[in-house]
Structures are given as structure tokens and as C-alpha cells.
């Protein structure tokens, strides 16, 4: 899911012009990725790579919450729980085809805390 | 190792109200992570899985420190060297089931250096 | 490309005694990682295991840039795209034997663009 647009109103409304913005996923079968936005191939390639690496098939010893519960606590694991974007006059820092994302990982969907904190200097 | 309580502890000594607290690690083949705190199978799990991933018995090149010494420089390479948390009304706005953990990769236990940056208004 | 003696000239130049300098990269096809800057066989090692972690030779969806392309922003999603590293007496917080390396994924040499925020308090 593409946070890109709620992360930069919170930035917007902050009005700061030049600082950081961290944004903290409150989850560990959830995580964070900055990755490619135009191309929604990217995402499937993605998400087929990760459960390749961490397959619901391996034996996993905690599997109270289900087969894909060790698996999404895998994929959190390298990915990205917190994510540090510079802001750039008044916008954030990200590349042309950078996208911010929140990645659930879980079959089900949940849902999902995120907290943003954006600081800095407000004048331009 | 959770790290949690140690870290949760310099935040209330700042006594910081909103802000961030910054963890980092001055170690490459230990890391953090935000994992599951309740079920250490969780963790059982991620060092198995980690230690497929990484294996020792991979012809690495570099092994002048032991056979162990690269598949921890790649873990943590994969995990994290610094993490950046929310403070929230005077706490680290950890979600219920987080917990910071330091990573020690390398078989034998190492004396390992982490730096806690707690930065914020103080206010309530 | 180890770019810590960059990141630490603009440390420098800030004048800031204890703080933080955040690193972030704009790019999907290149990320940032803290690794050992002694040992060069340390980095080789690494780029061997991330290029057989996320093969070239998968049936990868996106390829339209070439088949480079889909492992770079693989490897990029397991790897950081900002780095958090604390100011400690007016210099970078590293340990003695962590280097910050800006890794280019793709097999082409591409231009790449780094954002480096410093902030914190200048006095001794």
C-alpha cells in the first residue's frame, strides 16, 4: 500500500521547510519498504521474492497464529520497521520514482499503526 | 538480547515528552531489530531462518576470523545498524508487541557498544 | 563506494558537536549499508551472497530495463535506503571498523544522488 500521499500531507500540514520525517510501523508482521512507484510489477516481483525466501512451508516452531505468521515476521525482519526521509523545501526528499510503502505481510489484512513525526525549521 | 527496558529507561531519564530516540550499533556482524517479544520461538525461528540465509558452510572468501565471522556480516547487513523510534507522551511508541532487540551474530558472546540519541520537547 | 570520508566532511563543516547525521539515498537500484571497511574480500563476499539471494536468472515479471534490474530493487528492499548515525563529539558515531558504503545494484554504473542531514547542537 502506497503511503507516499498520506505521509506528504502530514509534511505538508507541518509546514516545515527543511528537517526529517520518520515514520515508525507499530507492527512486526508489517514493515516498511521505499521502492520503485510507476511499475506495479516491481510490487509482484517483490512480494514473490520474499515468500520464496521465507516460505509458509518451512517448519517454522511458532505457528500459533497461523502458517503465514512466521513467515511475516521474517519478511518484517529485513525489511524496514522505521524510515528516515529528509524533507526538502516543504516536501519530502524522495527520488522521482521513489514510492513509500507499507507492506503487510499477513494473507488477512490488519490493521495498521503507523506514526509519522516530521521536524525542522518552518521558513523558506 | 532485548534491549528494550534499557533503552526505554534513558528515554525517561531525558525525560523527553515528544521526539525520537535513535538506537544505533557500532558493529557489523551484530544488529537490531524490532521483533515479537512474547514467544522466544519467534526468535528461535529468525536465527534458524537467518542461519539458512547465511550459512557457514558457504565458501566465503573472507574467514580469517572464523567460519562465522562473514555470515554475520551479512545478517547484519540484511537487518538493522540504526533504528529510529517515536517518543510518545514520554515513552517509545513501541506497539504492543515490539521489542528492540540487539542481535549478536556471532557465536561467541561479544562485549558490543550501542548509542542511544534521544532528541525532543519536554513538555506534557 | 565507501562515502563515510563525504558524509564526515559535511559532519565537519556543520560545526555540530552531538547529534545527528541522517543519510538517505534517492534511488530503488542503489542502497546505503554500514559494513566492515578493512577487509575488501568482506564487501566481495556480500555482493556474491545478495547476487545469489536475488538471482538475475529468475523469472523476474519486470524487465523492461533488464534483468539487472528487478535484483537491484531487490537487493535495495533487504538493504537501507536511509542510514541514522549519531554525532558524537563532532564526528560520526562509527566504530573503529564500520565504513558507510553507498551500493550501486545495477551491473551499469549509474549517477547516483544522496541527501546527507545534519542537525544538533554546536558547542563543546
Known amino acids: 500500500m502506497d503511503i507516499t500521499a498520506h505521509v506528504s500531507r502530514v509534511v505538508a500540514d507541518s509546514q516545515v521547510f527543511t528537517g526529517l520525517c520518520t515514520v515508525f510501523v507499530r507492527h512486526t508482521s508489517a514493515s516498511l519498504v521505499i521502492q520503485e512507484n510507476a511499475d506495479?510489477?516491481?510490487q509482484h516481483d517483490l512480494k514473490r521474492w520474499l515468500d520464496d525466501l521465507?516460505?509458509?512451508s518451512?517448519?517454522?516452531?511458532?505457528d500459533d497464529e497461523g502458517t503465514d505468521d512466521?513467515?511475516?515476521?521474517?519478511k518484517s525482519a529485513i525489511t524496514r520497521t522505521s524510515e528516515v526521509?529528509?524533507?526538502v523545501e516543504?516536501?519530502?526528499g524522495l527520488g522521482l520514482w521513489q514510492g513509500l510503502?507499507?507492506?503487510?505481510h499477513r494473507r488477512r489484512?490488519?490493521?495498521r499503526q503507523v506514526i509519522v513525526h516530521v521536524q525542522g525549521e518552518g521558513t523558506s
Open 85 to 87: 526521509i529528509p524533507i
Open 70 to 74: 512466521m513467515p511475516a515476521h521474517a
Open 90 to 92: 516543504g516536501r519530502l
Open 58 to 62: 518451512r517448519p517454522w516452531q511458532h
Open 101 to 104: 510503502f507499507l507492506w503487510e
Open 54 to 56: 521465507a516460505p509458509e
Open 40 to 42: 506495479p510489477s516491481v
Open 109 to 111: 489484512p490488519h490493521e
